[in-house]
């Protein structure tokens, strides 16, 4: 097919997509598209790529980027504060009792160990640049309706990234396909830099869109648009799928399977039943790639996934890099280890012919920015956002296994990639995962209906839920509560 009948097919494809899935009964702020804005740049190239005033140096480009790319991004900022701004009392209020106070001390942590940091001006000028995630988390969690917002989330930027990935590499392969680094051998990255890249946006859309399936198909087939609804997520999680096989990238692969596969197993009736079988489940998937490592099977699952015993150079990577580590205790400083030159030349010595920027493993990053403190900050986090998912998902089961997945995902993730840095996909949903998980086990967010086409009908009502308060606040939808 020529590329500009290609490009017409998929942009009325797009637009179809976005025309099935509308959904009138719900009414989300207009300030939702900041955070669908800001992901489609981190899902896809900096502004100043696409506009071809910088060249496309790797995953880094998105943090350092150039004069246009941080005024796009101050832009943004500015925006996303002017609204919870707006927001004020709403935003006090969920600050002081919902989001989770470990993610605050990280933060805080993370501008503190810019003072011993040996850039401390540009340290200080990605900091600002990591408030963006949590400005945008906002944004989503604290809107009169967080999980019609989540939803809307998922599909504005599903609809666009995944469609123009997949025409990028088939019709524009000069912009679609790249040739890698590590080996020289051309890679699908569509929309991105980095295949790695294009399998981590994609496996986070593409969980999501798993949720809305598996939501939908457990509606009576009688209900109100279900099936165009149905079709446009199950459009787009075969969009996903066929991403994920192109982009040939392991960890987002296993973390989809993982975080899919959780979500199929919390559908059982037995887990519905028994909510705290949900800690053996996710401990299984634990224990098993543990013995994989501890026993040897480590090399045998790398190349029964297609990479070598030394997951593709990984391992010789962290072999190089942790004694190079500046404090142990506290790092070099906020996003400071690969500022150095010192860093980049011993590298080269170490590994020639191989520019690096991360460690390719999340917890190795924490360590060498922000020593053992952060690592355990950041472990903190994980048991911390892995209680509130439970809890979600104790009352509010197809939510709550979501918000579960991706806490599973993350934890993964970060094993061969660095997943726990600003202004990336994996940290925003991790972060939006259990930050929503928060909203939900207080109270806020589990008054919010599903659309027309995932409501159950017929349903009793209590009164509180349909006093005029509830209607005002949640568009005059009424749902049923779980008991806790």
Request: proline share 5%.
């Given at each position: ?13 797009i637009v179809g997509l976005f025309y099935l899935d509308r ?259 996710v401990l299984s998937v634990a224990v098993t790639a543990a ?194």
């Open positions: 097919m020529n590329p500009t009948l290609a490009s017409l097919v998929y942009a009325c494809g959904d009138k009964s719900i009414r989300t702020s207009k300030a939702l598209w900041l955070p669908v804005v800001y992901l489609w740049i981190i899902g896809s190239r900096p502004i100043s790529v696409w506009l071809g005033m910088a060249p496309p140096s790797g995953t880094d480009t998105q943090i350092e980027g150039s004069p246009i790319d941080a005024t796009v991004f101050a832009v943004l900022l500015v925006a996303a504060f002017a609204v919870l701004l707006f927001r004020g009392p709403r935003i006090i209020a969920f600050l002081s009792s919902s989001f989770p106070k470990l993610v605050l001390l990280y933060f805080v942590f993370c501008l503190v160990s810019i003072t011993w940091s040996d850039y401390p001006g540009p340290a200080l000028k990605k900091w600002t640049k990591s408030t963006l995630d949590v400005a945008m988390i906002l944004i989503v969690v604290t809107d009169k309706q967080p999980v019609a917002a989540l939803r809307r989330l998922f599909s504005r930027v599903g609809f666009l990234l995944l469609p123009l990935s997949l025409l990028f590499i088939k019709y524009y392969p000069s912009l679609g396909r790249l040739y890698g680094a590590w080996d020289g051998a051309q890679m699908n990255v569509g929309l991105t830099l980095d295949k790695n890249l294009l399998g981590l946006i994609t496996f986070v859309l593409s969980l999501g869109a798993v949720w809305r399936v598996l939501a939908l198909l457990s509606r009576d087939e009688t209900t109100p648009d279900r099936r165009r609804h149905l079709l446009a997520q199950g459009t787009l999680l075969a969009l996903g799928a066929w991403l994920l096989i192109l982009a040939n990238s392991a960890t987002s692969l296993v973390c989809f399977l993982l975080g899919a596969g959780l979500m199929l197993a919390t559908k059982l009736r037995f887990m519905r039943r028994h909510p705290a079988a949900v800690h053996a489940l013995l994989l490592l501890l026993l040897g099977g480590g090399a045998g699952a790398a190349q029964a996934l297609g990479r070598n015993e030394t997951l593709t150079g990984r391992t010789d990577i962290w072999a190089a890099v942790i004694p190079m580590a500046s404090n142990p205790l506290v790092g070099a400083g906020f996003e400071s280890f690969w500022i150095n030159p010192s860093v980049h030349r011993k590298l080269w010595e170490l590994i020639p012919g191989l520019p690096l920027n991360e460690a390719h493993d999340g917890y190795l990053e924490v360590y060498l920015n922000l020593g053992w403190v952060g690592v355990g900050l950041i472990v903190l986090i994980l048991i911390d956002g892995y209680k509130r998912a439970v809890k979600a998902f104790r009352r509010e089961p197809a939510l709550g296994a979501l918000l579960l997945a991706y806490v599973l995902a993350a934890m993964t993730y970060n094993v061969t990639e660095a997943g726990f840095r600003l202004m990336e996909s994996c940290w925003i949903f991790f972060l939006l995962a259990i930050t929503e998980a928060s909203n939900l086990t207080a109270g806020n967010g589990a008054g919010v209906s599903p659309p027309v086409s995932e409501r159950v009908p017929n349903l009793p009502t209590r009164n509180a839920l349909a006093s005029k308060s509830h209607n005002e606040n949640y568009g005059g939808n009424v749902v049923r509560r779980r008991a806790i």
